[in-house]
């Protein structure tokens, strides 16, 4: 039985490991997907404290490096469900189970994407989810974002003080964001909002160049653009868990800043949890906090 088992290897989830591991605790991370999380998509990262711009795969391998070298085990593993008892949870997989004196979920949010031809090909390479990880790379360039709620409101105006014009594309035939983001976003310039339109494709061959949109009458339009900012929702990797913690309405964990859930023994860190800003330093921030709850729950548990 190991003391914690983390499911998810993000950044939440291996700074997790890491503090565990440094508190002398035995460690297994399970990750369904890739090691690393959401941050590998992104071609170059420079908001990180302390390290050069690097690209997020490079940062995830030096995270997995790291808690590899402190004996933290990783499994390639899909977790299903956790069975929680007062001295033990188990976690259900899609290879096994697996047994721990504490759990912390740090299973990450996925972004909501659009569905199109051509889309999967230029994630990372001309469609991003993130103005303030990539908006600098295209400054003084063409730009779209697809969405009309605060998120989406809130990227174009941050990329309308980066590019040249940014077209927001909106399948309403009005944005329903907040008032305020509405009007200061109708005070630049060099924005456009196209409505009631969706996108039905991205162009490209080798390279991203721009996207097909339809209108509600079912005619097409053709818009260059040198990239496209997807914010059309996140999508919170929850589900499998409902049996053992709290959701809001979205299905984020409900947990403060303390990472407790009302499960003793289980936590949550990072872009799963119910929170306002989700980057990467904030991600890495809950894995130092749940991993240090979890130590101190293992403490108090009886010899």
């Not at 105006?157 to 590019?163: G, I, R, S, T, Y």
């Not at 008032?179 to 162009?203: D, Q």
Request: charge should be negative; proline fraction near 4%; hydrophobic fraction near 40%.
């Amino acid at each position: 039985m190991y003391d914690i088992i983390i499911i998810g290897g993000g950044p939440a989830g291996l700074t997790a490991a890491l503090y565990a591991k440094r508190a002398n605790k035995s460690v297994l991370v399970l990750e369904k997907s890739a090691f690393g999380g959401q941050i590998t998509f992104s071609p170059l990262v420079e908001n990180i404290p302390g390290r050069e711009p690097l690209s997020g795969n490079d940062f995830a391998a030096s995270l997995v490096d790291q808690v590899l070298e402190l004996g933290a085990d990783l499994e390639p593993a899909e977790a299903l469900e956790i069975k929680s008892s007062a001295d033990e949870k188990t976690v259900v997989t899609d290879s096994g189970k697996f047994s721990a004196k504490a759990v912390i979920i740090a299973c990450g949010a996925k972004h909501r994407t659009l569905g199109v031809p051509g889309e999967e090909r230029f994630i990372g390479s001309g469609i991003s989810f993130c103005a303030v990880c990539d908006g600098a790379f295209y400054q003084g360039k063409s730009v779209g974002v697809v969405g009309g709620g605060n998120s989406a409101l809130q990227e174009a105006l941050l990329l309308a003080d980066l590019c040249e014009h940014v077209t927001v594309i909106q399948n309403l035939d009005f944005l329903t964001g907040e008032s305020r983001l509405c009007e200061r976003l109708a005070s630049k310039k060099n924005v456009e909002v196209i409505y009631g339109s969706t996108v039905s494709s991205i162009n490209g061959d080798d390279n991203f160049e721009g996207v097909t949109v339809k209108n509600s009458s079912g005619e097409e339009k053709y818009i260059p653009l040198d990239g496209l900012f997807v914010a059309i929702g996140l999508i919170p990797q929850n589900a499998p868990f409902a049996s053992v913690i709290n959701t809001d309405s979205f299905g984020y964990a409900a947990s403060g800043e303390d990472c407790l859930t009302e499960t003793p023994g289980i936590f949550v860190a990072g872009d799963c949890r119910a929170k306002k800003i989700r980057q990467v330093t904030t991600a890495c921030a809950d894995g130092a906090v749940a991993a240090l709850a979890a130590c101190d729950y293992i403490e108090g548990l009886p010899q």
